[in-house]
């Protein structure tokens, strides 16, 4: 079997991408070891290498890590579906649900997000941006985090405790997308829930607990080894545990998922569970968080990945 | 995860991810024209005679290339030093001649030698990021020094010994890059080294002068080394890396008896002694090849690309966008409107398949959030007009957005008010 592994990619997580791609390949080649495993870059040479969906193509089965837009937007993922080749993970059409933030907010079960809007920059230019940031301010209060709509490693993303913050988030913001949302800023303890999907049962794997020491789970706290504590198993009771993985798996189901998700949530004092963003392409780098739970699951990447390749080619025959 | 987290060393805390150097890996990518990192254009070399070098030195010389060699580096090859240096102006003694792996280890040891934590290093503002990268790992504190159009301020370096006389903290180093300054593109007057040598020597501190691009300049002679000066206050460094190739790693510190025992002990410690094959291919390319004739090669291979960057700068940048004009090396410093955060602007750019520095990468301090730096050593004329021209749109794109919100400065950058880059290849 030839399997490639699709990383890289041409966005600001490029980098972030190319690690996971690696750390799959080489758990891949350990439980593989007969397989012929190809780390690949996303161009056209691939794109060409695939074939057509009549004809004959050089690999067996695609692995897509490409993180952020082109990955985890339906883009990638339906040119593979055109071009009629496996692929390990959610279709184009339940990728274009979970991508946007705001549309994935809308989906999520019983009204789970926190309040938000998403306006695209042109709507700000021409109705001016003071009036409407004095109606989200009041409408939706403060703190708010300010996002890029689509998106991950929490690039752009900002929280805004005061009124003045707010238009320069929007700034940085805007650099990484046309559509920025606005969202109630919610504390608590959060927790990112993996959800593992083999044989049509979708299962959550035991919540990661995230706790930046900085206070804010920023690219660098996300990537520096150390900067960041997590907990696995999380520090919650079991009946919380219990309802988040629950809801991770509900999410999972929502959206219409496939294989491998992971829901990113913040559980407040009261308990309630509030939905952040769900990633169908999530990291596997050394500091990610999926791997932590595959592992506190008393699992293996590599085993994890080998079934998601056989269940991607099983399901195109 | 990382096991060791908590056994690191204090001077391994500054050495973390960063969003910015994450956005470079997307620059590699050949449909970005990458105006940030500076690579020597080593493609303008003849590859067929160099293989055939290494080649001959393998074959000819193997017994010596393939074994360790002396920590000092190859006596020949410091003899060739001495001619190379001799361009500008800098007399001295092969025995003073340490050869390091490249400058930027010479920069290393130097540092090594020299501070303690908690010592006070001066250095321009902006300054190289490879040098803060060192500087920061020994823990030193970098104080910054104004620069006018003739770089160097010997006022502002004035005040900031006198400043630094009244505190805790020695100042143990003044490192300055004289000539064609790596970001800002500019370059110390004669009187101007005179200077500030004058200064150095009445506080009695030593300057660490870099000098990678002297013999890059477009335009008449190399501008003489503040070493030509004087041989006792003065650390020299030079690389091959521009006038002949960065991969070799090749490179030389010139310093005074004392310093110069210490730092060969230093670089023994590190390293042993410096790659015997990559000494002699030079060793044999400086007596073999008509070297200074390929300098002149790069000299006018660069001019085009500066001369491209510059008239696309003057026909496509929105107004309220200044630059440095580089007289040689390989960058311009460019002064974005000050309601412009280029850290910020950065992942616009990378999305419109344009790269620079940010200039928060070129100060230990935070400054530099309104600057970028443009290299012109790598892309060809038509890919720096293009990179321009991408550049000139992101900057008219976020000047839209910034006016939208009203916002004046935008001094402040994501997550970390303090943003260092650790640097590496892309960003050299």
Redesign the interface.
């Given at each position: 079997m030839r399997i490639a592994i699709l990383s890289g990619g041409l966005n600001a997580e490029r980098d972030v991408s190319l690690r996971s791609g690696r750390r799959v390949a080489e758990a891949l080649r350990d439980t593989m070891p007969v397989a012929e495993i190809v780390e690949v870059d996303l161009n056209g040479e691939f794109l060409d290498s695939l074939g057509s969906a009549t004809g004959k193509h050089s690999f067996d089965v695609v692995v897509p890590l490409i993180h952020g837009a082109i990955g985890e937007d339906a883009t990638l993922r339906s040119m593979l579906e055109l071009k009629g080749i496996p692929f390990v993970g959610s279709s184009a059409a339940s990728a274009a649900r979970s991508f946007d933030k705001g549309v994935a907010s809308g989906l999520v079960p019983n009204g789970s997000a926190p309040q938000f809007v998403a306006f695209p920059q042109s709507f700000f230019r021409e109705m001016g941006a003071p009036r409407i940031l004095e109606t989200v301010i009041v409408g939706i209060g403060l703190p708010l985090v300010v996002k890029p709509i689509s998106g991950g490693s929490a690039l752009g993303v900002r929280l805004c405790a005061d009124a003045e913050q707010v238009a320069p988030a929007l700034v940085d913001a805007f650099g990484y997308g046309d559509r920025v949302m606005l969202q109630s800023a919610v504390s608590g303890t959060e927790l990112a829930v993996t959800v593992i999907d083999i044989g049509g049962e979708p299962i959550a794997l035991p919540p990661v607990e995230i706790v930046p020491l900085s206070g804010v789970y920023d690219f660098d706290a996300r990537y520096t080894a150390g900067a960041t504590e997590f907990f696995v198993p999380c520090r919650l009771d079991s009946d919380v545990v219990q309802r988040v993985s629950d809801y991770a798996v509900a999410v999972h189901a929502y959206l219409g998922l496939r294989d491998i998700s992971r829901t990113d949530l913040i559980v407040d004092s009261d308990g309630t569970i509030w939905f952040l963003e769900v990633n169908i392409a999530p990291g596997m780098t050394e500091t990610s968080l999926v791997p932590q739970a595959i592992e506190a699951a008393g699992l293996n990447v590599g085993g994890v990945f080998s079934d998601l390749v056989t269940q991607a080619v099983t399901r195109s025959h | 995860?990382?096991p060791w987290?908590?056994s690191?060393a204090q001077r391994a805390q500054g050495l973390?991810?960063?969003?910015i150097?994450?956005?470079?890996?997307?620059a590699s990518?050949p449909?970005v024209v990458s105006l940030a990192g500076g690579m020597p254009f080593v493609s303008a070399l003849d590859s067929d005679r160099f293989a055939e070098i290494a080649a001959r030195v393998v074959r000819e010389q193997g017994a010596v290339a393939l074994q360790y060699g002396s920590g000092q580096g190859d006596q020949t090859l410091r003899e060739q030093i001495l001619e190379i240096s001799g361009l500008v102006g800098v007399r001295s003694h092969p025995d003073d001649v340490v050869v390091t792996a490249g400058s930027q280890m010479g920069l290393d040891l130097v540092t090594k030698i020299f501070c303690d934590p908690g010592d006070t290093v001066l250095v321009e503002s902006p300054s190289y990021v490879g040098a803060l990268g060192v500087f920061r790992s020994y823990q030193c504190n970098v104080v910054h020094v104004a620069m006018d159009s003739e770089g160097l301020d010997p006022q502002a370096l004035r005040e900031a010994l006198v400043h630094a006389r009244a505190s805790d903290s020695p100042v143990k180093l003044i490192y300055t890059i004289p000539s064609f300054h790596n970001p800002a593109g500019l370059t110390q007057s004669f009187q101007r080294r005179q200077e500030i040598l004058a200064i150095a020597q009445e506080f009695n501190v030593p300057i660490l002068e870099d000098d990678p691009y002297g013999l890059l300049g477009f335009e008449g002679e190399p501008p003489q080394a503040i070493r030509s000066l004087d041989d006792q206050g003065v650390i020299y460094l030079g690389s091959f890396s521009k006038i002949i190739a960065s991969g070799l790693r090749v490179g030389w510190v010139i310093a005074p008896h004392g310093v110069r025992e210490k730092l060969v002990l230093a670089a023994e410690a590190a390293t042993l002694c410096p790659s015997n094959f990559s000494q002699l291919t030079v060793s044999r390319y400086l007596a073999e090849q008509p070297w200074q004739q390929q300098i002149k090669v790069f000299q006018e291979l660069y001019r085009e690309r500066r001369d491209s960057l510059l008239q696309s700068m003057q026909a496509l940048m929105p107004a309220g966008t200044t630059w440095t004009v580089p007289k040689g090396g390989f960058y311009s410093w460019v002064t974005l409107p000050h309601q412009l955060?280029a850290t910020?602007?950065?992942?616009?750019a990378?999305?419109s398949l344009v790269a620079y520095v940010p200039g928060t990468g070129f100060y230990a301090d935070g400054q530099g959030a309104h600057n970028l730096r443009l290299s012109y050593c790598y892309p060809d004329p038509s890919r720096i007009e293009e990179g321009v021209r991408r550049l000139a749109g992101v900057i008219e794109a976020?000047l839209?957005?910034?006016n939208?919100?009203?916002?004046k400065t935008?001094g402040?950058t994501?997550?970390?008010s303090q943003p260092q880059l650790n640097p590496n290849s892309d960003l050299i």
């Open positions: - | 995860m990382d987290v908590d690191y973390t991810a960063s969003a150097r994450a956005l470079f890996a997307v990518r449909e955060n910020t602007m950065l992942p616009r990378i999305s976020e839209d957005l910034v939208t919100f009203g916002v935008s402040e994501r997550g970390n």
